[in-house]
């Protein structure tokens, strides 16, 4: 099919881009003890075969193996086009109540766009994955699998190789050639079934503790093409590939778990873009199983709100960790660009800001070529309607560099700064980068990651 | 200022890109017989040295020397940074009640975030220009001159140059140098003046005749980059840098010149993006003199619905003709894309679905790749929130190819079609292409124009 094929006459070129090339990202995977991962949880990854290339691992299984029930939450895209396993995975929450104990995750192929064929595979996935969970107080049949998929819109999955590989991982199973573990090997063979155009798996885990008690997060996601999520809870429509799951051994009532994620992913995943397209299939899910709170009742955000607000807290500054790496490693990104809005009067307009400057082809490539164009800046910042009017005379933007040294001011107050530009230069140079602005308006803040757009440089103003 | 340079650095590296250069543009500008032009007008372009390079037109300057008092209208960039020229412009339009006889413009300097400084000089540019004109009845000191700027940001214009420029132009004065003039030289000349990045003049006419008397309109604007206008009547807030004016020799009340001219810049130059960039500039101007309209009442639109009908389409479909200029010479632009979105419940509806689709990197580079890529196209349609929300099963899309061949079906009633990669590469290997998607929803269609996005063709699956 057309629309499939990647254009080969394009890669001959390839070769004399070798001007500034995209830094290696090889750094940002490194092993993690295991001891830091949260417990009660079985994974692996494995190749199935949705990946043609031999070995190359394509599909993930993750299975809660705490006594207590898990519970889950989520956010979906707000596209209109909902990929089958998007569908299914909102349904299984629904009929669940925000309960479930495992994951299925295939990459290679996306399940969208794929009608009564797609819904029908997406839903045997989760009968395969349900069958390798323990029985839940005799409840065999009961739906408990979450499934996410990504790769190439408007193909059907090889199922029975999918189902093949599912099954492989039964432990029950005679010929079993289970890898599910729960050390760092396992996770990463998770993360690395993932990946699609990504350059290096996206995993992370942080320990945190609520009342003396320790409790473990890990996270694992994927991104690199098609990113500019907008995703809400699961009653919403949906929109954006950007996939991840958080995992955690703490307790947490199901209602409040997905308030506690709907704020984060507000504030990480919905607060990045790399080319300002959304997809039809992100994702990010979470489950909490409880292994680590032995004792302790589900955090309760009415019933607790102290506990809940450290819980939800982690839970965000994780959740920016994982959605951080996204940004990193966007497709042909050379820099990593935090734009920062405050003196907004509502966190929504500061966002809106914040977000029309991440997403400004203008400003991503004179990031690009590394000039310090706050006239583009600022187009963007005036080009959108705001609930509060901007007043220009009160609009300040700087440049905060990486390195911890003195910002530099471009605009004070609607009032152009006679600019060094040796001082500007290099900190654009730089790869990481702060843009500020300053409505001047109110107290509220919000911040965007972004990454340049490495356009030809021949083009628009470079 | 460091945001005005050129980053040099980049230019050594054009050389290299020498696959796939820029179509040349030039068989798009071509004489036009004098004739073809609206009576009553004197017009021409100097070089008054806002830009360096000497003998680079940089000024223009329109007159109306008809009898009968000149009705005007304009839609204004909706940025919240509004440059000096667009406040001073709104304000000469609100004092004289919708009349102007004059038009000033320069390119080279936007006088852009320039304070007071920067109005005083949009008021003397509008000072030096009325001095020019023919006493209204005896109202010498009536502002009555429209101003326009284009260039750079952040710098305030060299304006005893341009006083100097427009002074030369009077034919009164002893050493007059004058060349206003009313033939296709002086219309040209005009129109260079008006360009920045362009890489030609844009100067378009057109008889029409309603009830047998015939009349002219003639127009040129200039765009390249930082084009994706959003403009509205002078009331609201600004945005967009695309300028652009509109002579006839019509006889038009004020209020419903503006109404046609609303009307027509929705469908027109509010229907196209370059970069999806909105700047602080963007200004469309329309003067009607009603030279040829001797004996005629000015056209109203309450008094004369069906005249004014006819206008008004007139106006439109001269309008697109301008606008769809200024997508062919977009920045670093290969293609010339049509989207056209029917089915729809609402035009807004319709209207931002093809906004959307105009404005999606993804689709962009798909296209400059040359990929019938319909999945990047479908999730850009279900990526924006609807007043009638989408259902998937009724949406199709197809390729129109540019010379009339049987159109190219991708997806139909959500299915995706088996595709023939040899056509679909025929036909998005075209400069010129139509992507027509059908929601299945409504009778409301609305049209966007756009081009592709030029780039490194290593990055986003290229």
Known sequence: MASLS????WRRFSSTFTSKPTPSKTHLH??????????????TGIHAGVKKKPGVLDLAVILSTSSRPASAAACFTRNAFKAAPVV???????????????LVVNSGCANAVTGKQGMEDAWAMVAATDALLEPNQGQKSQKETLVMSTGVIGQTLPISKILAGITSQ????VDSKSTLGSGFEAWERAARAFMTTDTFPKLRAR??????????????????GMIHPNMGPPSGQLHATLLGCILTDAAVVPKSLQSALTYAVDRSFNSISVDGDMSTNDTILVLANGAAAEGSAEIDEQADPEAFELFKQELTTFAIDLAQLVVRDGEGATKFVTVSVDGATSYADAHKVASRISTSALVKTALFGEDANWGRILAATGSIPLSAPLDPTRVSVSFIPADGTAPLPLLVNGEPEKVDEVRAKEIVSAEDLEIRVDLGLGNESAKYWTCDFRVREDQWGL
């Open 6 to 9: 990647k254009t080969s006459v």
């Open 170 to 173: 039964s432990p029950k199973s």
């Open 88 to 102: 299914v995975s909102q349904q299984v929450l629904e009929q669940n109540q925000g309960r479930a104990r495992a």
């Open 207 to 224: 320990t945190f503790s609520i009342r003396g008690k320790e409790y473990h997060l890990a996270g694992m996601d994927k991104g690199a």
């Open 30 to 43: 490194a092993p993690i003890p295991d001891s830091a991962f949260p417990k009660g949880y079985v994974l």
